[in-house]
């Protein structure tokens, strides 16, 4: 028999890629193997519905876990591969077990960077959060009057600072850069952020290094800011941003650069091996840039299964990703690296707005607040390669519909 | 529990019984259903369960809200009076023999 295509990793972009490599009748072998016990689940709800507790865990699964199976799909859940062997075309599991393929797709993802245990980042009581697993620890923990402590602004941070009041904790947020999302965003979704939280209650602590975590009988109790400042916490979350996980890449022997280096085919430099999402970087606008996102994951997985059926096909898809917080929608369309412009547009209630980033006279990407229109119409408006002004964008009585269709 | 069916553009159909509580975009995955995706897992922010609702069951299905009406500016194939996304349709029993209409993008 044949050797199949084997996927290594069983997140989102292995998801879309045996959904396409199905939908297109493709009849080649498929083995999935995934390090967790699940199949394939979408991430995103975990630092929101999941750990507030809204979502029971079957409807994290992408597919049911009787649909590969139904598929005709061979899945290895629970099985690490700890080396590649791209003479042989061969992986080999944990358990040493040497298994063929014909092409190799790797979606390996990302990992959460975690405090180094020196300064306390293995102590009881210290979550990072990235998988179902995570989640399972730290849920029971959020309870109503606990004191958490969220190092990193970021958006895993804040979600899991609006879950943790939702929850009734008391939340307290420290950001070592000026402001928070200062790596992601302009300084108006960093101010709309701010205010969010501190409406609700969170007290966010920027501009603001930490240098130890502290413990009290063997579990985390704290946290020593620089200035000396001592901090209480009966929990601590660290998100603090992620790696990709690249380790069977370089064993590999495959070139990688702040993840594993692939053409707009998601090709990496072994012909016979492909990668797409997180673990992945990729050029586009002259710059080498990683993505970590549900529509990176899931768009690159699926163009690798067109790229197997033979289609003339290259990855350019327009980047979005979104966050929800307390009740704000957030939404995000296009990559803000190089602006060097932001305007702001008003919303139509108070807590509504978005944020259209420029480079001289061209539109990159928007950041939407409550403001579905400006998230819909401006994605069809980036799409469609139109630039308009700056301040015809910030006119709140600009038609964004006419504009976009027009 | 409702008994959904989903009628592609080539005549084929396919027909599942949805548990109450589920959305549409999920039991459309959980089914096979083709041109469904579901990207956004629901958050309405990717367009990519669209659908036509069949006329006779549009009352029945209830009304798109703001923020559905905008991303239904969003979907691949252009929407129609009957368009939703399927995301946002919730099973209940009183769905039971609902059909839905799948666009296919081209």
Sequence with gaps: MAAPVVIVGAGQAAASFIS???????????????????????????????LLGE??????????????????????????VDDVKPDQKQVITSTGEAIDYDRLVLCTGSHARSLPAEI???????????????IDRMAPEFQSGRKLLVIGGGYIGLEAAAVA??????????????RILQRVAAAETSDYFRKLHADH???????????RLLANDGRVCGVELESGEIIDADLVLVGIGGSPNIELAQSAGLDCDNGIRVSALCQTSDPSIYAAGDCCSFSRDGRQIRLESVQNAADQGDLIARVLAGEEVSYSALPWFWSDQYDCKLQIVGLNLGHDRTVVRPGASETSLSVWYYRGERLLAIDAMNEPKSYAFGRKIIETGKNPAPETVADPTTDLKALAMG | MANITWKMEDGSEISADVKDGLNLM???????????????GGCLSCATCHVFVDPEWLATTGEVDEIEDTMLE????????????????????????LILHVPEPE
């Design chain 2, 26 to 40: 999920e039991a459309a995955t959980a089914n096979n259903v083709p041109h469904i995706e579901g990207e956004c």
């Design chain 2, 74 to 97: 969003m979907t691949d194939v252009e929407r129609e009076e009957n368009s939703r996304l399927s995301c946002q349709i919730i099973a209940s029993s009183e769905l039971d023999g």
């Design chain 1, 20 to 50: 396409r490599h199905v939908a297109l009748g493709n009849a080649e072998p498929l083995l999935l193997i995934g390090e967790e016990p699940h199949p394939p689940y979408q991430r995103p709800p975990l630092s929101k519905k999941y």
């Design chain 1, 165 to 178: 009041r939702q929850l009734g904790l008391e939340v307290t947020l420290v950001e070592m850069a000026d």
């Design chain 1, 201 to 211: 209650g969170v007290e966010l602590r920027e501009a603001t290094r930490m240098t």
């Design chain 1, 55 to 80: 979502l029971e865990r079957e409807r994290l699964f992408i597919r049911p876990l009787e649909w590969y199976a139904e598929q005709g799909i061979e899945t290895r859940f629970d099985t690490r």
């Design chain 1, 120 to 134: 306390g980042g293995a102590l009881p009581g210290v979550f990072t959060l990235r998988s179902i697993a995570d």
